[in-house]
């Protein structure tokens, strides 16, 4: 077994709080992480237009790029930690544009204990990497426009995201409901937050990519 897989299966034992096996020889899996479903957002999934909404509390500006606004969120700084840890911050703060869906503090804190310590140590660079990517999507998707392919797709839309990975946009209640590859899922809190290099969606869940 290389580094390599050795540090994916620790980052894949982290994540999972159930045991998930296959036949065959073991792999490293991500079996489900907590589900969000009690905390989804009663908001609507698309805000009024006007003003550009807050995020944690800090006012975002349609005129600073995706990594300055969310380094001015105080509910944001452990995915700011995460990208400066990943070097993405360079690729972020580029021209674009991207679509964000970028998780809170607390939608990291759901993950188990330790993941995030071990996702920043520099060894599991790559593997931080994938699953910061899988929350960027190429080009500027609004939350109407998402809504819209979702109506167009019957109920459902496939986002490729720069990882490679899809993921599958539904909505729930009103709300926004982002699916990943293991099935587990995130809710928009907050949608439309502009920025001068694309959008970003705030969620409530950590996505997770294949890691294995």
């Known amino acids: 077994m290389t580094r390599t897989t050795l540090s994916i299966a620790v ?26 479903s009690e905390v989804l957002p009663v ?38 930690a995460a990208v400066k840890a990943a070097d993405l911050a360079t690729t972020l703060s580029g021209p674009g544009p991207f679509t964000v869906f970028a998780p809170t ?5 759901r993950l188990a204990p330790g993941t995030v310590d071990t996702l920043l140590k520099p060894e599991n660079k790559p593997s ?14 609004s939350g109407a426009q998402l809504m819209q392919r979702i109506a167009a797709g019957g109920g459902s839309a496939t986002l490729t995201t720069v990882d490679g990975e899809p993921l599958t946009a539904t909505m729930a209640n009103g709300v926004i409901a ?3 590859v293991n099935g587990n899922k995130s809710y928009v809190e ?3 937050v502009r920025q001068s290099n694309g959008v970003v969606h705030v969620v409530n869940g950590v996505l997770i990519p294949k890691l294995g």
Not at 105 to 109: D, L
Request: with cysteine.
């Open 178 to 180: 982002l699916t990943d």
């Open 105 to 109: 503090n607390e939608a990291f804190g």
């Open 190 to 192: 907050t949608a439309d």
């Open 43 to 80: 908001s609507p999934a698309v805000p009024s237009a006007g003003a550009n909404p807050t995020v944690g509390g800090a006012q975002m500006l349609p005129s600073l790029t995706i990594v300055q606004n969310a380094a001015n969120a105080p509910n944001l700084s452990t995915l700011v």
């Open 11 to 36: 980052i894949g034992s982290m994540i999972a709080l159930a045991g998930c096996s296959h036949s065959a020889r073991p792999q490293p899996e991500i079996a489900k992480v907590p589900d969000v």
């Open 128 to 141: 931080l990497v994938k699953v910061l990517t899988y929350h960027v999507v190429a080009g500027n998707i």
